[in-house]
């Protein structure tokens, strides 16, 4: 059984620009209850506590939102983003208070550490608890591995490994997660983004070397390119003979009745898209470095190249027009 993670509400508000509503939340959470999808993320796009003028704002509060998906659910789990230094354990348990039952705890792939209290307190709130490596592309497998450990060490009831910048092609998934569930006892997932057309190959890669769960959106709705396209994965996977417990027809007619109308944009691999995977870019820079080429008058693609030179990891989204402007006004060559 390979269980689904939808994350349409909370790596889609990316692509939105973080403008889900109440009505929008109640209709996509209750349609993937109907569905079968087990868990449900939402968040604003950065987790919560993301809401704020560097990771852009949420028009409807986080909470609210979670709140409002809480009241229309019946079978499926609220789960929420949580990046240590962004979110915090208060912000956790208002959470948890408004409905989540599950947190995904996400860090640097070389910084499990910084999520140790955070996977606790989960815990000790009685939730469910995920370790979430991002970036996985910028470690070897070996060193994967070991951050996946500690993971499991802080008590995380599996561990997420994300291809945050689709920068990985399948070979790179297998090694990763063979190599984690190689060194720990607990179940392993996989996310994707398609900004190389990966996703999908990439996601049947980390069900074939072990993984059990898989994170998809509707549309493939996300940051970047987007994610693994969650009704196509469905479909994918029962021909390929895994078994989800989902509605492959109902999540079909979900997205096109309930997502696609309210996309800003078709979710393609346009330039800016193709270059975050290929200099390994985290995907949620996408329209921030597209505001930061506007102001500046510069190619977005050499904003992206310099940020892949520099290995910008997640969080450090202020660094996009410190990187526009110095390329802008470059210092002058020493004499």
Do not use: W
């Not at 999908?200 to 970047?224: I, K, P, W």
């Not at 310099?306 to 526009?324: N, P, S, T």
Request: glycine share 12%; hydrophobic share 40%.
């Amino acid at each position: 059984m390979i269980t689904l993670i939808d994350t349409t509400l909370r790596d889609g508000s990316h692509a939105l620009r973080h403008s889900y509503n109440i009505d929008q939340v109640k209709t996509i959470a209750g349609g993937l209850d109907s569905c079968g999808v087990k868990y449900i993320e939402i968040s604003h796009g950065d987790g919560i506590g993301g809401s704020s003028f560097t990771y852009g704002f949420s028009k409807t509060d986080v909470f609210d939102l979670i709140q409002a998906a809480s009241g229309v659910v019946k079978t499926s789990k609220l789960a929420v983003l949580l990046l240590p230094g962004i979110g915090t354990i208060e912000d956790l348990k208002e959470a948890k208070k408004r409905g989540a039952k599950a947190v995904r705890v996400a860090t640097h792939v070389t910084e499990a550490d910084v999520g140790a209290q955070h996977i606790a307190a989960a815990k000790d709130l009685g939730m469910f608890a995920v370790g979430f490596l991002m970036m996985t592309h910028m470690s070897p497998p070996e060193l994967v591995a070991e951050e996946a450990a500690k993971m499991e060490s802080y008590g995380s009831d599996y561990i997420n490994l994300a291809d945050s910048a689709g920068y990985l092609l399948p070979e790179g998934v297998t090694e990763r997660v063979k190599a984690v569930k190689a060194a720990v006892k607990i179940p392993v997932g996989f996310h994707a983004h398609n900004n190389l057309g990966m996703a999908m190959a990439n996601s049947l890669a980390a069900v074939q070397a072990g993984a059990e769960y898989l994170d998809g959106t509707l549309r493939g709705l996300g940051a970047g390119a987007g994610n693994t396209q969650l009704e196509v994965l469905s479909g994918v996977l029962l021909r390929s003979g895994y078994e989800t417990g989902t509605d492959f027809y109902g999540l079909m007619d979900l997205a096109r009745d309930a997502v696609e109308p309210i996309m800003l944009r078709p979710q393609t691999i346009d330039n800016g898209s193709l270059m975050l995977g290929y200099a390994g870019v985290y995907s949620s820079f996408l329209l921030h470095v597209y505001n930061a080429a506007d102001k500046y008058g510069l190619e977005p693609r050499d904003i992206l190249v310099e940020l892949g030179r520099r290995k910008m990891v997640g969080g450090q989204e202020d660094m996009i027009i410190d990187v526009a402007y110095h390329l802008k006004n470059p210092a002058p060559a020493e004499i």
